[in-house]
Antibody, heavy 119, light 110 residues
Framework: EEHLVESGGGLVQPGGSLRLSCAAS????????MHWVRHAPGKGLVWVSF????????RYADSVKGRLTISRDNAKNTLYLQMNSLRVEDMAVYYC????????????WGKGTTVTVSS | QTVVTQEPSFSVSPGGTVTLTCGLS?????????PSWCQQTPGQPPRTLIY???IRSSGVPDRFSGSILGNKAALTITGAQADDESDYYC??????????FGGGTKLTVL
């Protein structure tokens, strides 16, 4: 069975940094696109970032460009999100999701990791 | 900035039928946006119900169906059940390597 498990969330001050990880199992990680999606308290889901299966193509929502960086290590079956210059509005549960090329969907979701930005 | 629009809330009676829609602030939603629908209950991760406009994910009951209605994507629940009470989000692929979620619809079954 396919699984995604996020980790690395926590409390950070505004302007600080954090690195999230997403460990994949039960499928051939290197064959799939991956996404980060976030859910802020009282708000809706927001797509954050995408990375292609080989890691050569990345895309970001305008609200995070230049501050968040997506990457992957296919040898370790792990997706990352490096978060710098964090703002209060980045506070959310961050989910990683598997994407499928040609279908442009997100078909497997992790349970999420919580990022709290507060002084 | 493209905005994906959804009804903020909707109510349906048990056993009833409801259609939630997903539109664009400018333009029409078509199959080329590969619309998907996700269900999320409080404290839980999202679950994708429908992808590529009208394909049900594995294990999703056939009372959930997706379509294009006019200039919007649509999710129809036929024979609503109490545990269908959730938030429903559409997500569109914008064709440039980015995706946009709608604001979500809070569905009440009562």
């Amino acid at each position: 069975e396919e699984h995604l498990v996020e980790s690395g969330g926590g409390l950070v001050q505004p302007g600080g940094s954090l690195r999230l990880s997403c460990a994949a199992s039960g499928f051939t990680f290197s064959s799939y696109w991956m996404h980060w999606v976030r859910h802020a308290p009282g708000k809706g889901l927001v797509w954050v970032s995408f990375i292609s299966s080989d890691g050569t193509t990345t895309r970001y929502a305008d609200s995070v460009k230049g501050r968040l960086t997506i990457s992957r290590d296919n040898a370790k079956n792990t997706l990352y999100l490096q978060m710098n210059s964090l703002r209060v509005e980045d506070m959310a549960v961050y989910y990683c999701a598997r994407g499928r090329s040609g279908l442009y969907d997100m078909d497997v979701w992790g349970k999420g990791t919580t990022v709290t930005v507060s002084s | 900035q493209t905005v994906v629009t959804q009804e903020p809330s909707f109510s349906v009676s048990p056993g009833g039928t409801v259609t939630l829609t997903c539109g664009l602030s400018s333009g029409s939603v078509s199959t080329t946006y590969y619309p998907s629908w996700c269900q999320q209950t409080p404290g839980q991760p999202p679950r994708t119900l429908i992808y590529n406009t009208n394909i049900r994910s594995s294990g999703v009951p056939d009372r959930f169906s997706g379509s294009i209605l006019g200039n919007k994507a649509a999710l129809t629940i036929t024979g609503a059940q109490a545990d269908d009470e959730s938030d429903y989000y559409c997500v569109l692929y914008m064709g440039d390597g980015s995706w946009v979620f709608g604001g979500g619809t809070k569905l009440t079954v009562l």
